[in-house]
């Protein structure tokens, strides 16, 4: 069997001490999680993360910095996945932008009011993106090289 780990973006946005959480449906359970999708094909990680924001919350992103790299195993899916997690910014939502399907509502929430949810944070990737961004952790975008042969 070959292991693939499943590749994908996310977003730690904050404003005024609040970040920008997505509150989504997935296998009939309500969850929160930062604005985060899959790579695809042909995409550059920076392109899939902008595309990720705009479609969970209608805010496009700026990037910013790469916050880190996080390996996240499922053992009993026998699954991982390869978050690449940006910091940035956004802009107001675009008018008449609806939101993907999976997506209930956007919230803007303190770092409190997530630990408060821990049970219903999607992943410990949520809060381990957010810590790091707190904690300062800022690699240079310029760390991200797309090659083609």
């Known amino acids: 069997m070959i292991w693939k780990p499943h590749v994908t973006v996310a977003a730690v946005i904050e404003n ?3 970040f920008l959480l997505v509150e989504e449906q997935i296998d009939g359970t309500t969850v929160f999680n930062q604005p985060a999708g899959h790579l695809e094909q042909g995409e550059s990680l920076l392109d899939a993360v902008k595309r990720e924001v705009l479609e969970e919350t209608a805010c496009p992103f700026h990037p910013e910095a790469l916050l880190g790299t996080y390996l996240y195993k499922l053992t009993k899916k026998q699954c991982s996945f390869l978050r690449f997690c940006f ?6 939502p675009t008018a008449g932008r609806s939101l993907d399907k999976e997506i209930i509502a956007t919230h803007w929430l303190t770092l409190d009011q997530i630990q408060a949810q821990n049970s219903r944070l999607r992943s410990p990737m949520v809060l381990q993106c957010i810590n790091d961004y707190l904690q300062g952790t800022r ?8 090659l083609e042969a």
């Open 87 to 92: 910091s940035g910014n956004v802009d107001e």
């Open 16 to 18: 005024n001490d609040r």
């Open 139 to 146: 690699l240079p975008l310029t760390c991200l090289h797309d």
